[in-house]
């Protein structure tokens, strides 16, 4: 079962028991707080997406495109991100989570680089 309910309804987003959204477009969407615990959204459209304070632990982002997207307080302990497209991606460090997003961000120089 998937439910997904838009922000723009006065519901916040969720997906339950989700197996598997591998390329689906979610591009533009108001995500803010979704629980994607787990989810396989490799080759995913997510540019533009607000993911600000979405629970992506363990979640499958490789080959998404996560160009423009907000992940701003997101957790993304876990989270699989080979290959994503991180183009102008805005995130945030928190404290508890600061080794996984840096340990990331040193293999990832093509965004994160200053060179």
Known sequence: MIEIKSINDGEVFAAYNVVTLVGIDLSN??????DLRDANLSHADLSYTNLSHADLRG?????????????SHADLRGANLSGAIL????????????????DYL?????WWSCE
């Open 29 to 34: 969407e108001e995500l803010e707080g979704a």
């Open 59 to 71: 979640a499958n982002l490789s080959h998404a495109n996560l160009s423009h997207a907000d992940l």
């Open 87 to 102: 183009d102008y991606v805005k995130i945030s460090i928190d404290p508890l989570s600061s080794k996984i997003a840096i």
């Open 106 to 110: 040193e293999k990832s120089k093509p």
